[in-house]
């Protein structure tokens, strides 16, 4: 037997997507589908994500996309317990999309309407796929965002860190520009990278060693910038040495801003029977920064916790999950404001 059937659609970047989640008898989160359809090719050729083009997609793709997931969850609309959609932060002329969708599904059934923050749903998704208790530390790190959370409840969450400039996944993203390389540069790097020599280029690591978590990597870009001038015209080798030396640069500084982050939560939770650091966003995909976290788990006594990269990226599933959670604990109208381009945790 299952719970009510959640709904979730999310639309605040270039992805729309949609999924049905509920939660069976055992109290475990179940996914029953989840759909998504991304923007990249129609962004590819202006090389990065363009509002205007973006909200008109969702707008053509919204219903087709909501209707997949019903299909493939195996229910008709009238099974839905409940609709939930980001609300914000995001693009504007997405959020309006998606929300505007989910109420006018919501509305007209009598069903609770769940405005969602785009960030609660990667901090709750490893409660989704791996039934995760509060509290939790969570890294975050996608082409929008960096952030270190302390997650201790639902609606609950302390930022401990978050960047200063760039994100990291856009460091990727526009070090992978600079070379020449395919959008989105997060992957490009990474196979450059393996075949490059990470110690022939020397690059900063900022902030390194401060008490603080915060994060910064537009220096490293710069860095990165410098040497490619320097050393033009690059062959095949030079781009898979910088790109080694980014790479590595960059898992450095997340090691590093972790262990302190690690640190400060046995100090405040010294009790805690089963520490635990998530990770969530595309970045979490790239391979040198998983085994630097692994390293670092495994030294402190800590779990790491790594939900597949289809539930680390954006999608609705983690949204669904989230407006679950809030019914649960007895929302029903989560969202006051129609979009919240601009919302903090
Ligand atoms: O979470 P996500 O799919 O979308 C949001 O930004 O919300 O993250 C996309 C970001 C892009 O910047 C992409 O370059 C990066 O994640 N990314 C990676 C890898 N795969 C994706 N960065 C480094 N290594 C990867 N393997
Ligand atoms: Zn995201």
Not at 51 to 70: C, F
Not at 254 to 259: E, G, I, N, T
Request: charged share 20%; with cysteine.
């Amino acid at each position: 037997v299952l719970g009510p059937l959640v709904l979730g659609i999310e639309t605040s970047c270039d992805e729309t997507a949609a999924a049905v989640v509920a939660r069976d008898g055992d109290g475990r989160a179940r996914i029953l589908s989840n759909v998504v359809l991304s923007q990249i090719g129609e962004h590819a050729a202006f090389g990065g994500v363009v509002p205007e083009i973006a909200a008109r997609a969702h707008a053509e793709a919204i219903g087709g996309i909501v209707s997949a997931a019903l299909d493939e969850a195996g229910v008709g609309l009238a099974r839905i317990g409940a609709v939930a959609a980001t609300v914000g932060p995001g693009l504007v002329g997405g959020l309006i999309v998606g929300a505007t969708a989910a109420r006018a599904i919501a509305l007209p059934r009598g069903l609770p309407f769940l405005g969602i923050n785009h960030l609660e749903g990667h901090a709750l998704t490893p409660r989704l796929t791996d039934g995760l208790a509060y509290p939790y530390l969570l890294l975050l790190v996608s082409g929008g965002h960096t952030q270190i959370l302390l997650v201790e409840g639902l609606g609950r969450y302390e930022r401990w860190g978050t960047t200063i400039d760039d994100a990291l996944g856009e460091a990727f993203d526009k070090t992978a520009k600079l070379l020449e390389l395919p959008h989105p540069g997060g992957p490009s790097v990474e196979r450059m990278a393996e075949r490059g020599d990470p110690a022939r280029f020397s690059l900063p690591r900022p902030l390194r060693g401060e008490k603080r978590l915060d994060f910064s990597f537009s220096g490293l870009k710069t860095a990165v910038r410098q040497a490619a001038e320097a050393n033009a015209p690059l062959g095949e080798g030079d781009v898979a040495d910088l790109c080694a030396a980014f790479q590595r640069a960059a898992s450095e500084s997340v090691a590093d801003r972790l262990v302190l982050a690690l640190a400060r939560l046995r100090d405040r939770f010294p009790d805690l029977a089963d520490p635990v650091l998530a990770v969530a966003g595309g970045v979490a995909a790239n391979g040198e920064i998983r085994r630097a976290l692994t390293a670092l788990c495994a030294r402190d006594g800590v779990r790491l916790v790594t939900p597949p990269h289809a539930l680390c990226t954006d999608n609705a599933a983690m949204i669904a999950y989230a407006g679950l959670e809030r019914l649960e604990a007895g929302d029903r109208d989560a969202a006051a404001a129609p979009v919240r381009p601009r919302w903090p945790l």
